[in-house]
């Protein structure tokens, strides 16, 4: 089994440190024609993921916009 640095440290060997955040705000839901509400910000966050999935070693949710 690996540990997570060492699959940190090959997701970053493989494509680079880019780290992409996902912020949520209520204008930017509402821009992409989604509710201001948990089923909104988990469809905009998995279509986030699944746009980067492969392309980026890391992904910051900023946490503030999924604690409400």
């Known amino acids: 089994m ?3 640095g060492q699959r940190l440290h090959a997701a970053l060997a493989e494509r680079g440190p880019l780290c992409v955040g996902i912020d949520p705000h209520p204008e930017l839901l509402a821009a992409w024609g989604l509710t201001v509400d948990v089923a909104g910000l988990e469809r905009f966050a998995g279509t986030c993921v699944d746009a980067f999935a492969g392309h980026v ?3 910051k949710p900023q946490v503030a916009f999924f604690e409400a």
């Open 2 to 4: 690996t540990t997570f």
């Open 57 to 59: 070693a890391l992904v």
